[in-house]
């Protein structure tokens, strides 16, 4: 009798070509496919395969998974937190100041930890603009640097996990259950004394429940794949804020808790201990044991708990702030605002169907590139300086389609003296058009976080005032731009009534905020 019995294909194929095939499945299919068989379990265990999987979140491949023996267990332990690295960007919503946050996998140790980026002065220069001695330029090469005296964040491959989180104000959907999505995971980030903190996964909220008046991190200004709601009457324990399967988890937002305790002997929260990983279904909400719960009250004692201090970090694609031919000057830059100290910001290049609406406080920024109104800058003399002169010229000519009807005689002659000045000048080769935006990712109290520093809605030729024949900017496209008022008592959409220079230097250097009247 023949046997009927046959071995699958599948199972038939070379190991080699089963390894090939395995690499293409993500840590969740591993663990269903290990689910199957020994001999499937065995290959998906393979630690090439793993290793991989840890590589593609990491700016380079790793050579051992110290300070544990397969990369395995590596990958289980840190699950679902490889996101941090992988992104590595991280800003945050706290108010005025933000904070910029470079997150990394630090192999020796085998953790995760983020650390703030901080920028001091440096050398600076302070010189007046040649084509208008009422304006200051600040130049300055500031030192940018990782504060590696603490981390911000932190996570251990023996870090602990606090016991289930109970959801007892339910947002915008039902009774969530428990799960180890929705634990905090406790993090040694303070050396001070009864200072504690814990991380927090978070849930996207979806863009239909995304308005013009939903309060968001990051908001709606910033390019973003994804957005957690950042409001909450109950310290973000609700189901609207935390997630209670993979499938909800933000790889694009993050929560840090903060709180002081005061006591003689720490009374700790409820842990799970951790175990060594004995299969990455259990660790995935498969089934099986992946911790082992350990109810404990640590220490006795009673403890006196301060108010807690939580912080929402985003990040920003890649895309934005990776600059290319078209887009130049997009980055994350260290700005220069003189007794405000150093502050980072992103520029952004926006294509025209991702272009936000241009803020309230623009109308007349609007009508000035349409040439509805003319702009002229506040002064106490009544001389006009010969940049105004310049840029009132341009809107006349738009206006009346001939030039010089609205400037005096002698103010003329030297129109026509700078227009050949510039005659043999050199503008930027295929210049870039479309708007740039500055956005604030760190601020200070005149101008917080997240706000705005200045936007040039059309840096092509519809915005283009000259191109710079001064020594300082000799060759720079000059556009027309708007910038934030810094002033005490900082009200959102208040831009200044006068025109902003934004000075575009060839394709490396980029000056803004240069000369705003105040």
């Known amino acids: 009798m023949e046997d009927t019995q046959h071995l699958s294909s599948l199972l038939e194929l070379p190991a080699e070509l089963m390894y090939h095939i395995l690499s293409y499945l993500t840590p969740r299919d591993l663990a269903r496919v290990a689910c199957t068989c020994h001999h499937l379990q065995t290959l998906s265990y393979d630690d090439r ?5 840890i590589s593609q979140n990491l700016p380079d491949q790793i050579s051992e998974p110290t ?28 108010e005025p100041n933000g904070k910029l946050l470079i997150a990394r996998y630090d192999q020796r140790r085998g953790c995760i930890e983020a650390y703030a980026v901080t920028a001091v002065r440096g050398g600076h ?22 504060d590696l005296n603490q981390p911000v ?62 309060a968001v991190w990051p908001p709606l200004r910033f390019p973003a794949h994804a957005r957690v709601r950042n ?41 799970m201990s951790f175990t060594s990983p004995n299969g990455l279904s259990a660790a995935m909400g498969l089934g099986g044991n992946y911790f082992a719960a350990l109810n404990a009250s640590v220490g006795g004692g009673m403890s006196v708990r301060m108010p807690e201090d939580i912080t929402t970090y985003a990040t920003l694609p890649a895309e934005c702030y990776t600059p290319t031919k078209a887009k130049p000057w997009q980055g994350i830059w260290c700005g220069d605002y003189s007794g405000h100290g150093c502050e980072f910001l992103v520029v952004i290049q926006p294509d025209k169907e991702d272009e936000q609406p241009l803020p309230g406080g623009m109308d007349y920024l609007r009508r000035w590139f349409s040439g509805e109104i003319r702009i002229h800058r506040d002064s106490d003399s009544s001389e006009e300086s010969f940049a105004s002169a310049q840029e009132d010229q341009n809107l006349a000519e738009s206006e009346t389609g001939q030039a010089g009807t609205a400037v005096a005689d002698d103010e003329a002659e030297t129109m026509r003296t700078r227009e050949e000045d510039l005659s043999g000048m050199t503008d930027i080769k295929d210049a870039p058009t479309g708007r740039i935006e ?19 809605p059309d840096i092509g030729d519809n915005g283009l005032v000259r191109v710079a024949d001064e020594e300082s900017f000799r060759g720079a496209r000059i556009v027309r731009s708007a910038g934030h008022l810094a002033d005490r008592g900082f009200r959102d959409g208040e831009f200044s009534k006068f025109q902003m220079i934004c000075v575009i230097v060839g394709r490396n250097v980029f000056e803004a905020d240069l000369f705003t009247d105040t």
């Open 125 to 146: 220069e302070i010189k007046l603009w040649e084509k208008d001695p009422n304006v200051i330029i600040h130049s300055f090469n500031p030192r940018v640097s990782l």
């Open 67 to 94: 300070p544990l023996k397969r990369f395995r267990d590596l990958y289980i332990v840190h699950h679902p937190h490889w996101f941090l690295p992988k992104h590595k960007i991280w800003f945050s919503d706290s």
């Open 153 to 214: 964040l932190k996570l251990d491959v023996d870090s602990f996990r606090t016991d289930d989180q109970s959801n007892i104000y339910p947002s915008d959907r039902s009774y969530a259950p428990a799960s180890r999505y929705s634990k905090e995971t406790l993090m040694e980030t303070f050396a001070e004394a009864g200072l504690y903190g814990s991380f927090m996964l978070t849930r996207s909220l979806s863009p239909d429940a995304i308005g013009p008046s939903t």
């Open 438 to 456: 500055a956005i604030k990712l760190t601020g200070d109290m005149n101008i917080p976080r997240g706000e705005y520093s200045f936007v040039a």
């Open 49 to 53: 395969i793993w290793k991989d999987l």
């Open 231 to 271: 409001n909450s009457s109950d310290g973000y324990n609700s189901a609207g804020h935390i997630p209670s399967t993979l499938s909800e988890v933000s790889e694009y937002n993050f929560r840090l808790r903060k709180w002081v305790e005061y006591t003689g002997r720490r009374s700790s929260p409820r842990i």
